[in-house]
């Protein structure tokens, strides 16, 4: 009676840290470029009875360059697949990719690289669709074996292995087999035996042909992944065709021992391994590639992909951290392979104002990744505020309103918890507005929060009702050198500004008469919000109308701006000057055609929209010698005097103007124009005689 060897398949085994790593290597280096890559996976040769045969990929799967292998674990040489659509993964042609693996072990058996490393025998096809947004990861895995030839007939029954070997024998093989092993650099997975009167021992299967010269009998081995008490392990069919190939004309009989080595309740069993006798025709004429099978079969039993679901095994927060991110690196994959995510996540901005431009705001800094944001505001929320304001509802208004500042923190962090967001409710002291001495101590301890407040944040965006609110952070922030971005709405106008950074010691900046001639100005002599005034700030808020103490303007201004501002400051984030990015002036498409410096395009100092007429220009200042926020005169008496330096500028109206020189300027162009007009009259006169 003939009996046809038939063979336990492997199964995959892909653990979580595999998937993780594909994830992390998808995001960070792969992109969309669906290459084939080499990757390694391992089997064991001792699991326990009543375990199928498993290939498991792992963490270290992707790092090729690592030989390592763990101990009593056959590698086994892999190809990943990822594909970029579904769809993609769905219609590739799988048949190919299986035959095209096939064929490498096939020419690696004609040309004999098989016999010089047999872990070539062993490969695997890893083809998959990682859904990064939800961390579903479909796949389909194969082992591929060559049906060459397509059956092989058995002797005999298969036997165990004390019942081909004696005592000794056995003895003498696990001692020559624990031998080879130790000396490999790696654990084989396929090796020769000879055998002599009571002595059995290893050989590397590279010496086959030998053998075979004294010898028409083969006694080969390898390590098998199988417990089944009848059937081998896949490994074997390759080892086979290798033997069908090179040996078969000169053999009269194969014998294979599947030798499997476990470990029990601290024992050592090796029993159980299975001695196979076998005829093994030759193909050692065959030209093509033989056919090739190998797929994996689906938890159905069917010839189908698997889905590994991990979303329920992480953290949600992890998962939304994961989404945002493959957002952005899409930007990167697509259009902006320069793209520094890494600096914009790492940025902290300080949001002074959570109104209407302070929640648009807030939104855009999260949509581009930054994780860092606080909010600075002193009112509460009214029930006007839900409706204009994206980060309030209804609740928030109740009972006299929560503060606007937490509330928006808050609200922050319900939309996205990775973000870290912090609401301080504080009152920003203004010039103009005069301190009683109840609340002076109160005053300096706010200048001081504010201080730390700036120093501890690289960007600042000013978002507040009026123009003296804005006053002592633009001064504070030049001070300490942070980037502020500065948005202010009319009722259908807006301004987008960045302020100049000054670098290194202060030296005198001329003041310029044109926006025109300042195109090409660096970053560090760009003027401020304060610097195209010529008197100082003042209590704006006095003697106002109910229509000028609420904010009228145009609803989609504040979006507009919003956006702009936000924009403004990625752009000067991916500037390889960064804050000393010079002012592009004209969004001409000359501008836009020359060589950028940044892969955002332009970096506007200024961004003035006019809704009425859907219209925008790219203004640039210089910096003012005589600005009360910014100049080198205010900077210094701030560095030397501190907060009664600022006691003064609250208290003292026209102290500013005194100080920078404005008063004096003020003066010269009132009595310019009196002797303009003296010399009018003066010709007027003359002419009328």
């Known amino acids: 009676m003939t009996l046809v060897l038939q063979y336990v398949p492997f199964s995959s085994m892909i653990e979580p840290s595999f998937w993780h790593k594909v994830s992390e290597n998808k995001l960070n280096v792969y992109g969309l470029d669906d290459q084939p890559r080499q990757i390694k996976g391992f089997y064991y040769n001792g699991d326990p009875g009543g375990i199928a045969p498993m290939l498991t990929i792992d963490y270290a799967a992707l790092d090729i360059s690592n030989d390592k292998v763990p101990p009593r674990r056959l590698v086994s040489h892999g190809v990943l697949k990822i594909m970029n659509t579904v769809e993609a993964f769905k219609e590739c042609d799988k048949k190919l990719l299986l035959a095209s693996l096939g064929n490498e072990i096939w020419n690696d058996i004609k040309s004999g690289a098989a016999l010089k490393d047999p872990s070539l025998l062993s490969r695997f096809l890893l083809l998959t669709y990682p859904d990064l947004k939800k961390y579903h990861f ?16 058995l002797n005999k029954p298969p036997c165990q292995l004390n019942q081909r070997f004696n005592t000794e024998q056995i003895v003498s093989l696990l001692a020559s087999y624990d031998n080879y092993q ?19 021992s290893v050989q590397d299967i590279g010496s086959i042909k030998e053998i075979l010269l004294d010898n028409k009998k083969l006694l080969v081995g390898f390590c098998d992944p199988s417990n089944l008490d009848a059937n081998p392990g896949w490994p074997l069919r390759n080892l086979l065709t290798l033997l069908a190939y090179h040996c078969a004309q000169d053999l009269q009989e194969v014998e294979v021992v599947c030798f499997r080595d476990r470990s029990r309740k601290g024992q050592r069993e090796f029993n159980h391994s299975l001695v196979l006798s076998l005829n093994l025709p030759s193909i050692a004429e065959l030209t093509d590639t033989p056919k090739v099978v190998g797929w994996e079969r689906n938890e159905r039993n069917k010839l189908g992909a698997r889905m590994t679901d991990l979303s329920a095994t992480m953290d949600p927060k992890r998962l939304a951290e994961s989404a945002v991110d493959l957002n952005l690196r899409l930007m990167r994959w697509r259009l902006m392979p320069d793209l520094r995510l890494d600096d914009i996540t790492a940025t902290k901005c300080l949001l002074l104002g959570s109104g209407t431009l302070g929640c648009n705001v807030a939104r855009n800094l999260m949509s581009w990744g930054i994780r860092h944001v606080t909010f600075v505001d002193n009112a509460r929320v009214s029930y006007s505020n839900p409706v204009r304001q994206s980060l309030f509802t209804f609740e928030d208004c109740l009972d006299g309103g929560k503060p606007k500042a937490e509330a928006a923190a808050n609200a922050l962090k319900r939309i996205f918890p990775g973000v870290k967001s912090e609401g301080i409710s504080l009152s920003i002291p203004m010039p103009g507005h005069s301190l009683s001495s109840s609340v002076e101590e109160q005053v300096e301890k706010d200048v001081r929060q504010l201080e730390q407040l700036i120093h501890d944040h690289d960007a600042v965006f000013l978002l507040m009702d009026t123009r ?4 002592l952070p633009t001064l504070i922030a030049a001070a300490h050198q942070k980037i502020v971005i500065n948005a202010a709405l009319g009722f259908d106008t807006f301004l987008v500004l960045r302020h100049g950074v000054k670098s290194g010691e202060m030296t005198s900046i001329p003041a310029t008469s044109s926006s025109c001639s300042a195109e090409g100005l660096p970053g560090s002599q760009l003027g401020c919000y304060f610097c195209n005034d010529v008197v100082a700030p003042g209590n704006s808020m006095r003697d106002r109308t109910l229509d000028q103490q609420c904010t009228v303007t145009r609803p989609g201004v504040s979006m507009i701006a919003s956006a702009l501002a936000v924009e403004l400051l990625i752009s000067v984030l991916q500037h390889p000057k960064g804050a000393n990015a010079a002012a592009d002036t004209s969004a001409h498409e000359d501008n836009l055609t020359k060589e950028a410096e940044s892969s955002l395009g332009l970096v506007p100092h200024q961004i003035r929209g006019f809704l009425s007429r859907f219209h925008q220009i790219l203004p640039a200042g210089q910096a003012f010698d005589k600005c009360t926020a910014c100049s080198n005169t205010v900077l210094d008496h701030y560095r030397q005097e501190g907060f009664e330096f600022l006691r003064r500028a609250f208290n003292e109206p026209l102290y500013l103007e005194e100080l920078t020189g404005l008063k004096q300027m003020q003066q010269e162009t009132l009595e310019a124009e009196v002797w303009d007009l003296s010399e009018e009259e003066e010709f007027s006169s003359m002419e009328a005689e």
């Open 138 to 153: 479909f796949y389909w895995f194969a082992s591929p074996c060559l049906l060459a030839p397509e059956s092989v007939m």
């Open 182 to 200: 130790a000396q490999q650099h790696q654990f084989q997975n396929y090796f020769l035996l000879t055998e002599e009167a009571d002595r059995i």
């Open 468 to 471: 003296e609110s804005r006053w």
